[in-house]
């Protein structure tokens, strides 16, 4: 029987990183200019098990609880459009059912009273205030998954020599990212024809490359992630199931020349529910993002125009034709 050849991702230990910089700095950004895609381990104060609670208490609620923190576009007596439960399609050849949540902004922020969905609050499912506590548990972990991503950016900089809270600036306030929870049932019977790959393989999510700065993905112990390698070769990741995946998304690369690479991925059917938790790091809305990172600022002397995160992303959204975001408000992107 022939052995499974996996794709080794390059592993970094944050607390060994965070205590020698210089050479936990150099590693990231070695990592991230290869293979685009990293395993971090040793996170102190992280605990996966309680994104798996997490996952279990969510995905075990009943279908009333799910309609009750349904985007609009799935129920039209809700009003969220862009946070909330999105379900699982049967016609469509993306599998899963997500959760999303983000940090919210008070109410008198100008951009939630102008009624930017980035900015949209969170809504939650009702808690019978005995068991499980998932609303604090979620926003415990969204803020830790984001401090350990800025932990991580500190070292880009440190191995890019560029100054060590150059990227702070784009996510300190209101930034947009996203932490979504996902199941993904395998097919009942057979799978539509989209979903069919090579060598008889199915995909639960089709390939593609997250729009996104960074995403810190959490796969506990599934198979099912693959990668595009340099020789065009889509290998399965080893599972790190105490740790996270870190992969770059197409914003990180554009803001770095090109240096790093927004690898391509995709997800298989593994014929038994699938588990996984990605926190999708993005910057402010207005962030201006058509900038080099790998250039000093104080070297930066040539005329850029502004360009704004929101906009660019909503571009990106459309032309990708994620299936969450298909029926977001046609006109967003000429709106701001
Ligand atoms: O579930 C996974 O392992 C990967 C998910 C993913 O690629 C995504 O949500 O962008
Ligand atoms: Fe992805």
Redesign the pocket.
Known sequence: MSSVEYFDLPIVSLKSASQDPRAGGRDVVKALETVGFLGIVDIPEFDVKKLQQCCSWFFQQSWEVKKSVMKRNFNKDNTNIYRGYFPVLEDSFSRKEGFEIAADVPYDDPDVISGNFFYEHSTWPPEDGESFEFKKTMLEMYLRLHNIAMEILRLVSVGLGIRETSFEHFFNEKPCSTFRL?HYPPWKGPPPEGAKVEDGKVVT?PVHT?SGFL?L?A?FHYH??EVMTSEGKWLPVRPISDGLVLNVGDLFSKMVGGRFHATQ?R?LDIGIDRY?V?FFLEPRFDANINVDMTIPFEDQRYERRVEKYGPWVLKRMAEKNFFEFKDLPNSSAEKY
Request: aromatic residues 0%; without cysteine.
């Open positions: 996902i999510t997250d995403t993905l796969t099912g992630l991925h997800v996984s990605p």
